[in-house]
Structures are given as C-alpha cells and as structure tokens.
C-alpha cells in the first residue's frame, strides 16, 4: 500500500479505506498483512486481494469535439460516411458505447450504435443541401448511464468545425455574362479599369468558383486582368496612334477537377485623343526652281502625317514669316509651295525658310514645322567680267618657258556652265604667250629677250558656254623688264694707238667704246685695265673709256706696249664684262744725239798705202728710231790737205792721197755724227 490508501485496526485485523478508490486506476490491490504475537520474535504474515468494483462515474469521451468529412452526392446509400469513436475509462456495461445521432439530419443517415459506423440512407445532392451537421450521442450501458455528444458544427476560418460537406460534380462550364466590347480613351492613366468581365458557373463549391485568364491579344502586356475580381485594367499607357484595337482572349475557368472552361474574344477600342503632333515626312526639303519664271511655278510639295484620327488628323499647311517667304506662298491644304514673285539667281541663289508649319484641326489644335531650302536654278543671263578693262604687268627678260605671268579672272554671275569662263588671246603676241583656257593664267610660250622686244600688247578674252552674250575682252600690256643677259662688246677686239715720247702724264691715246643691249645699270658701262699695266704706265677713264698715259714714256726705254688688257664690265647684277687687246705704239721723239762707240780711233798706217786704200771705219748708234737714228758722218778738222775721204753713211775712212811719213807722221781727224 505504497499510497497508503488503506489501514488496519491492530488489535482486531479489520481493514478500512483511507482515501477514495479509484477503479480506472487501480482495479486490483495486494496487500500483505503481518501479524505478531505479544513482543515475540515470532511472526507471520498473508496475502489479501482487494478488488476495487467499477462505479460507472466516467462518461464516454470523443476524442475531438469537432470533425468533418466530404463525401461525393454519387456515393450510393449504405455507404460508410463516417465511423464515431469514443472511449469510456469504466469496465464492464459501465464502459460499453452505443451511439445514435441526436440531429433532425438522421433521415439521411444512419449509425451502427456499436461500431459508431455512420452510413448514408439515400442519395444526397449538393445543389439541395451542401453539407449536413451531425450530432452523434455516445451513452455506455452503466446505470444510471452517462451520455456524450459530439458536435459536428460548422466552423469558420480557425474553428475546428466537423461537417459533412457533399462534393459537387464539376459538370457545368462557365458562362459569360459580360458583353464583348468595351471603349476606353487613350490619355487613361495606368491602372484605369477598362472592364468587368463577369462570368456564371451554376456549379457548387469549388466546381463554381470562377477565375479569369486573358489567353491571346495582350502581347505587349496592356492590360492586366484580375483573376478573382475579373477587372480588366490599363497596365500601360494606350497609344491610339500605336494600336487602336485590341482583341483579348478571355478565358473563364471553373475550379473543378478536371476544370472546364469558356472563352470570350473581348474587343477594347482605344479611342483617340489630340495627343499626336503632325509630323512632316522630312525635317528639311530640299528643291531646285529656275530663275526668271513667272509667278505661280510649282516648287515643292511639302507631306505631314498625324497619327490621331478625325478631325485631329486634318491638317492645314503655310509658311511663316522669315527671310525671302515673301516669294513664295503655299496651298493650305495640299502643301503645295509655288513662287508668288520672278526669282533672280544671282540676287539670292538659295532661300532657307525656316517655318513650314502644319497644324492640325484637334482641340486644342497642334503644329510642327519643317524647313524649306529652296535652290534657284541659273539661266545664263549674264556674261563673263574682267575685273579690268586693261593690264599692265612687267616681267624679267629671264623667265623660262611655260613661266606664269598673271592669273587673269573673269567672273560670271551665273552658276555651273553657265559661269564657266573660259579664256582665249586674240591680236598678235608674236608667239611669246598662251593662256591656259580654264584657269586664265598666263604663260610665256618662249624665252624673252627684252633686246629684241620689249613690249607686247595683245587682248584676253573670257567666254561662257553661252552663245547669246557678248565676251568681255581686256588689253594687256607686258613690259619686259630688262635682266643683265648681254656683257658689254668692244667696237674692236684689237685696238691700235700711238703716242710720242716725252709727253706730260695724263696725256689722251685713245678712247674705246664697249656697248651694252641692256637697260638701266645693267647697261652701263665701267672700263679698267685688267692687266699688262703692272707698272700703272697707263690709265683707263673708267666712264668715258679715255686710255691715257700716267707716267712719262720714253721711247728708248719701250718702244710699244703688247696684249694691253682691257676690261668693260657693267654694273648689273651679277656684272657682266668682256676684254679687249690694245697694242700701243711709243713714237719716237729726237732727243738723243748720236754716239760713237769709240770717243777716239787710233788707225796706223804705211806710208806705201797706196791711194784708195781703206784706212779706218768709224760708228755711232742713236738710241733715237727711224730718221732719228739715221746718222751722217763728216770730217769737220784735221783734213785741210785732202788726204782723207769720209763715206758719210758709212763711217768708212779711205786714202785719197799719198802719205808721207817724213812730210807729217800724224794726223789728227775731228769727225762729227749728225
């Protein structure tokens, strides 16, 4: 009796309870009892088993409180829909269950009150009642017996409600009850609901519970449709101008299993709104008229394209005000431009319109602009201009052939072939030029010699492709200007002078003359002696060409001066110079007597020399030339007798009487040189 739930009266051996039995805990108690004689060692003890009897003090107890299940309506009666269980802690009849449905629903069903088995009794639908409520009584067989309930109620959300719910068949589709058309502005904003697409499924539960799905037509994802709510909305901004129709399918799908289906093509108009500018073809036309054409030419026509619809999309066409737009008008409706003015190329060639404006017809009504370059043709109705009627250029004698010497131009106010100037010489150049016929430049076609010629004058001519106009001629006149090409020329290469001896320094010989063709310092003349004067015994005037003496010359000391050098040189740049040779003759003045090559002669001879005999010759030289150094002899004394005879040219003394050394052994001659 380890709870002490017993005790025992010690002197009688009676056994009472101390505290309540309970037979679902304990149904079988052992005890052992022990008993003692007096305070003797000696004792013995036995075994009492106590049964504790069943009191029927527990009730039946469902185990939930609540339950449900779903059956299909098509389940035939007799079928087992649900089985009750509940237990009871008593033993015996006070623990055994029987079970009877307590509810007004128990026509439909019915229960094994042993088992707790509940069966169906007919046929249930779900279209008449959805699902039953049951109370199920458990009662044990005890006396007094004690009665349970289960409740089978419905419960919502986080209940724990036990029912029994008949399954519907899935055997109806849903129909559209929405119509097929809708209309909705293009300017709605995103999330604007466009539809409410509604569809009916007479099915019950899950089999009528309707979702909406679009299936096709909503490529680029513009709307979004509410599965549950079937709310169709905008999930983009609509563009009339991009898709003004849309043709969803709508598909209504029931939630049965398997799940049936309805479709419906929903069509959505996109109604337009003045939300679209007129837009030109082209942001710049670019055209060409001929000028001097009567007002009204056709020019161009101008195109916009508005993408809005009706009125919106009328369009009217002009151009605003800006420079040269007075020249021009345009057709309101058709874009046309035509001149309202004769145009004048070379008054303004090209006319930039800035403003071609369309607008369109909306409310409120909206433009755009384009600009018009407008190109005048040319006609040729001018002719070719020098800039001057005449030239006058100058040029070196030294230009080589094919040298350019002026780039003439001519202007032509009118344009490509029309202003193509091409450019001729006419009158005589004497060969000496050309010019290149498109460029106007022109050329020497020869070498120029200013010697030969030093001026030309001729006309240059400029055309057009035109045979209408008159050409435009210009004089040129070319001067040649002179380049240093000709060295100074002698008159002679040789010249021969003479002058006499003795004469004061400075004194003229002769004047040469070198001549230079070119002009200016290139022509002008410088003389110098450039060699045989290395003693300075001459000297040059350098400007007149004058040969003069600057020493005394004395003929006996030189009697000519050979390969005298000259030199003429001009003073261009670099200088040009040529020679010549002068031989100059010193003539010969009597300024030397003459002299014997002996101041005495001392002749021996025999008396016996006979008469004729040569005796002696005497000889003086003269360092004078020519009659001045021809010498006569003469016996001026010591010839008184004759004896003697002197050859004057000769010198040569002879006997011309017999000698007689006893008469005069000596003689003593005087003789003079003349």
């Given at each position: 009796d380890p709870h002490g739930k017993f005790s025992i009266d010690p002197r009688f051996g009676v056994i009472r309870t101390k505290k309540q039995l309970d037979h679902e805990a304990q149904s079988v108690v052992v005890l052992t009892v022990q008993s003692q004689l007096g305070n003797s060692p000696v004792h013995s003890s036995t075994q009492v088993n106590i049964s504790v009897t069943d009191v029927n003090d527990n009730p039946p107890v469902f185990r939930t409180k609540s339950d449900k299940v779903t059956i299909s309506h098509t389940q035939p009666p007799g079928t087992a829909v649900y089985?009750?269980?509940?237990?009871?802690?008593?033993?015996?009849?006070?623990?055994a269950i029987k079970y009877s449905i307590a509810s007004k629903h128990s026509n439909a069903f019915s229960i094994d009150p042993s088992l707790g088995v509940v069966n169906l009794t007919r046929m249930v639908f779900a279209e008449k009642q959805q699902e039953y409520t049951l109370h199920i009584a458990a009662e044990d067989c005890g006396s007094p017996p004690l009665t349970s309930l289960l409740m089978l109620t419905v419960r919502r959300l986080d209940s724990l409600a036990v029912k029994i719910v008949i399954l519907d068949i899935n055997d109806n589709s849903p129909t559209f009850m929405s119509l097929p058309l809708s209309y909705v502005m293009e300017d709605v904003e995103v999330g604007f609901l466009v539809h409410h697409i509604v569809a009916k499924d007479p099915d019950e539960g899950r089999n009528g519970q309707v979702t909406y799905h679009i299936?096709?037509?909503n490529g680029n994802k513009a709307f979004v449709l509410d599965k549950i709510t079937g709310l169709l909305t905008t999930a983009q901004l609509l563009d009339h101008e991009v898709q003004e129709c849309y043709s969803l399918t709508v598909m209504a799908l029931d939630d049965g299993?398997?799940?049936?289906?309805?479709t419906q093509v929903l069509t959505i108009i996109v109604l337009d709104v003045n939300d679209e500018t007129p837009v030109f073809l082209k942001q710049l036309y670019e055209t060409a008229v001929h000028e001097n054409q009567d007002p009204g030419e056709f020019v161009i026509k101008v195109e916009a394209v508005d993408r809005d619809a009706g009125l919106n999309s009328l369009l009217q066409y002009e151009i605003l005000p800006g420079a040269g737009y007075e020249k021009f008008k345009m057709k309101s409706d058709s874009g046309e431009l035509i001149t309202a003015a004769s145009l004048d190329r070379e008054t303004q060639e090209v006319f930039s319109i800035k403003g071609s404006s369309c607008?369109?017809?909306?409310?409120?009504?909206?433009?755009?602009?384009?600009?018009l370059y407008v190109t005048v043709l040319d006609e040729n109705d001018h002719s070719p201009l020098f800039a001057k009627t005449q030239y006058q250029i100058s040029v070196t004698e030294d230009l080589e052939e094919g040298s350019a010497i002026l780039d003439l131009s001519a202007s032509d106010e009118d344009d490509g072939l029309n202003g193509e100037v091409m450019y001729s010489l006419i009158d005589d150049t004497y060969g000496a030029f050309a010019i290149d016929s498109v460029t106007g430049s022109i050329i020497t076609t020869k070498a120029l010699d200013r010697e030969t010629k030093s001026q030309y004058t001729f006309k240059a001519v400029a055309s057009d492709c035109s045979t209408h106009f008159p050409r435009s001629t210009t004089v040129m006149t070319v001067l040649i200007q002179d380049v240093n090409d000709n060295?100074?020329?002698?008159?002679?290469?040789?010249?021969?002078?003479?002058v006499w001896e003795g004469q004061s320094p400075k004194t003229d010989i002769i004047q040469v003359f070198a001549s230079d063709l070119d002009s200016g310092l290139d022509g002008e003349t410088e003389y110098s002696i450039l060699s045989g004067n290395e003693n300075a015994t001459f000297l040059i005037d350098s400007v007149r060409g004058i040969?003069?003496?600057?020493?005394g010359l004395d003929y006996e000391n030189t009697s000519s001066y050979r390969f005298l050098v000259l030199l003429a040189s001009d003073r261009g740049t670099p200088s040009l110079n040529s020679t010549a040779t002068v031989l100059i003759t010193v003539l010969d003045v009597n300024d030397n007597p003459p002299v014997f090559s002996s101041p005495e002669y001392h002749v021996h001879v025999k008396e016996s020399v006979p008469i004729g005999s040569h005796i002696a010759e005497v000889s003086a030289k003269d360092c004078d030339a020519g009659t001045n150094a021809g010498i006569t002899y003469a016996i001026i004394s010591g010839n008184d007798r004759g004896?003697?005879?002197l050859d004057g040219r000769t010198g040569s003394v002879n006997l011309t009487k017999t000698l007689d050394y006893e008469d005069s052994m000596k003689f003593t001659l005087i003789i003079q040189a003349t």
């Amino acid at each position: 009796d380890p709870h002490g739930k017993f005790s025992i009266d010690p002197r009688f051996g009676v056994i009472r309870t101390k505290k309540q039995l309970d037979h679902e805990a304990q149904s079988v108690v052992v005890l052992t009892v022990q008993s003692q004689l007096g305070n003797s060692p000696v004792h013995s003890s036995t075994q009492v088993n106590i049964s504790v009897t069943d009191v029927n003090d527990n009730p039946p107890v469902f185990r939930t409180k609540s339950d449900k299940v779903t059956i299909s309506h098509t389940q035939p009666p007799g079928t087992a829909v649900y089985i009750a269980h509940a237990e009871d802690k008593d033993s015996g009849l006070n623990g055994a269950i029987k079970y009877s449905i307590a509810s007004k629903h128990s026509n439909a069903f019915s229960i094994d009150p042993s088992l707790g088995v509940v069966n169906l009794t007919r046929m249930v639908f779900a279209e008449k009642q959805q699902e039953y409520t049951l109370h199920i009584a458990a009662e044990d067989c005890g006396s007094p017996p004690l009665t349970s309930l289960l409740m089978l109620t419905v419960r919502r959300l986080d209940s724990l409600a036990v029912k029994i719910v008949i399954l519907d068949i899935n055997d109806n589709s849903p129909t559209f009850m929405s119509l097929p058309l809708s209309y909705v502005m293009e300017d709605v904003e995103v999330g604007f609901l466009v539809h409410h697409i509604v569809a009916k499924d007479p099915d019950e539960g899950r089999n009528g519970q309707v979702t909406y799905h679009i299936l096709s037509g909503n490529g680029n994802k513009a709307f979004v449709l509410d599965k549950i709510t079937g709310l169709l909305t905008t999930a983009q901004l609509l563009d009339h101008e991009v898709q003004e129709c849309y043709s969803l399918t709508v598909m209504a799908l029931d939630d049965g299993s398997p799940a049936l289906s309805a479709t419906q093509v929903l069509t959505i108009i996109v109604l337009d709104v003045n939300d679209e500018t007129p837009v030109f073809l082209k942001q710049l036309y670019e055209t060409a008229v001929h000028e001097n054409q009567d007002p009204g030419e056709f020019v161009i026509k101008v195109e916009a394209v508005d993408r809005d619809a009706g009125l919106n999309s009328l369009l009217q066409y002009e151009i605003l005000p800006g420079a040269g737009y007075e020249k021009f008008k345009m057709k309101s409706d058709s874009g046309e431009l035509i001149t309202a003015a004769s145009l004048d190329r070379e008054t303004q060639e090209v006319f930039s319109i800035k403003g071609s404006s369309c607008h369109d017809l909306g409310s409120p009504s909206r433009s755009s602009t384009a600009q018009l370059y407008v190109t005048v043709l040319d006609e040729n109705d001018h002719s070719p201009l020098f800039a001057k009627t005449q030239y006058q250029i100058s040029v070196t004698e030294d230009l080589e052939e094919g040298s350019a010497i002026l780039d003439l131009s001519a202007s032509d106010e009118d344009d490509g072939l029309n202003g193509e100037v091409m450019y001729s010489l006419i009158d005589d150049t004497y060969g000496a030029f050309a010019i290149d016929s498109v460029t106007g430049s022109i050329i020497t076609t020869k070498a120029l010699d200013r010697e030969t010629k030093s001026q030309y004058t001729f006309k240059a001519v400029a055309s057009d492709c035109s045979t209408h106009f008159p050409r435009s001629t210009t004089v040129m006149t070319v001067l040649i200007q002179d380049v240093n090409d000709n060295a100074p020329k002698f008159e002679q290469s040789y010249y021969k002078a003479s002058v006499w001896e003795g004469q004061s320094p400075k004194t003229d010989i002769i004047q040469v003359f070198a001549s230079d063709l070119d002009s200016g310092l290139d022509g002008e003349t410088e003389y110098s002696i450039l060699s045989g004067n290395e003693n300075a015994t001459f000297l040059i005037d350098s400007v007149r060409g004058i040969l003069a003496t600057n020493t005394g010359l004395d003929y006996e000391n030189t009697s000519s001066y050979r390969f005298l050098v000259l030199l003429a040189s001009d003073r261009g740049t670099p200088s040009l110079n040529s020679t010549a040779t002068v031989l100059i003759t010193v003539l010969d003045v009597n300024d030397n007597p003459p002299v014997f090559s002996s101041p005495e002669y001392h002749v021996h001879v025999k008396e016996s020399v006979p008469i004729g005999s040569h005796i002696a010759e005497v000889s003086a030289k003269d360092c004078d030339a020519g009659t001045n150094a021809g010498i006569t002899y003469a016996i001026i004394s010591g010839n008184d007798r004759g004896h003697f005879y002197l050859d004057g040219r000769t010198g040569s003394v002879n006997l011309t009487k017999t000698l007689d050394y006893e008469d005069s052994m000596k003689f003593t001659l005087i003789i003079q040189a003349t």
